[in-house]
Each structure stands twice: as structure tokens, then as C-alpha cells.
């Protein structure tokens, strides 16, 4: 059974800086797809960013592209958020996903339709 932590969260000013963290364990690291997402309150939950095997295939949601990075350390078993010029709008809880790579390609929607969810990271940016 895959788990997902996410640590990292916190409360920022505008302007400001966070690295957020997904912790995994319970399989091969490098046999999980593994994304992030976001939900703030009334909101429904948007992908935000997908680390892929070539820059070109690492996915961003339109909102955080330039702000946001998704990288890795395979050792650690652990893949960081992270994110600059944090703006109000980012103020939400933030998930990471995790699922096992198969025949299916790793995106934000696999992930959606069936991964293992941690219980998320609160991220709040006051003005």
C-alpha cells in the first residue's frame, strides 16, 4: 500500500515562499506517479503540478506555471512543491497523490480517478 505525507505548510505573506513536501513510502519510489493538488474552501480540487520524466513533460496548471516547481530527491523518497510569489489565490489545502505506474499514463487525471491521497498541508497567503 502506497503512503503520501505532505509537510511543509504554512502561513505567508504575499510575496512570499514555501517548499512543500510529499513523503512516500510503502513501494519502489520510482514505480509511483505522483502529483499535486489543491483545494481551497468551496473550491473543487485542481491538479497543480505532475513532475514527468523531461522537463517538457513535467505539467503545471496554467495559474502557478513560472511560481511553481516540482522536483525529487529518489533517496529520500520525496518530492517537493516549490513555490515563489505566493498571491492570496494560492491559499488552499494542498494534497500530494500517489499511485503505481502501469499501462495507464501517469497525469493529473489518472491520479484523480484513482491514487493514494495524503491528508494534505494547509498553504494560507494573506495580502
Known amino acids: 500500500q502506497v503512503h503520501v505525507v505532505e509537510t511543509g505548510g504554512d502561513s505567508v505573506q504575499s510575496g512570499g515562499s514555501l517548499t512543500l513536501s510529499c513523503i512516500t513510502s510503502?513501494?519502489?519510489?520510482?514505480?509511483?506517479?505522483i502529483g499535486w493538488f489543491r483545494q481551497a474552501p468551496g473550491k473543487e480540487r485542481e491538479g497543480v503540478a505532475r513532475?514527468?520524466?523531461?522537463?517538457?513533460?513535467?505539467y503545471y496548471v496554467d495559474s502557478v506555471k513560472g511560481r511553481f516547481t516540482v522536483s525529487q530527491d529518489v533517496g529520500e523518497r520525496t518530492q517537493y512543491l516549490h513555490m515563489t510569489n505566493l498571491q492570496p489565490e494560492d491559499t488552499a489545502m494542498y494534497f500530494c497523490?500517489?499511485?503505481?505506474?502501469?499501462?495507464?499514463?501517469?497525469?493529473?487525471?489518472?491520479?484523480?480517478?484513482?491514487?493514494?491521497w495524503g491528508q494534505g498541508t494547509q498553504v494560507t497567503v494573506s495580502s
Open positions: 497523490a500517489a499511485r503505481i505506474r502501469d499501462n495507464i499514463p501517469c497525469t493529473i487525471m489518472a491520479l484523480k480517478s484513482e491514487a493514494n
Open positions: 510503502g513501494y519502489t519510489y520510482d514505480r509511483l506517479c
Open positions: 513532475l514527468g520524466t523531461t522537463k517538457s513533460d513535467t
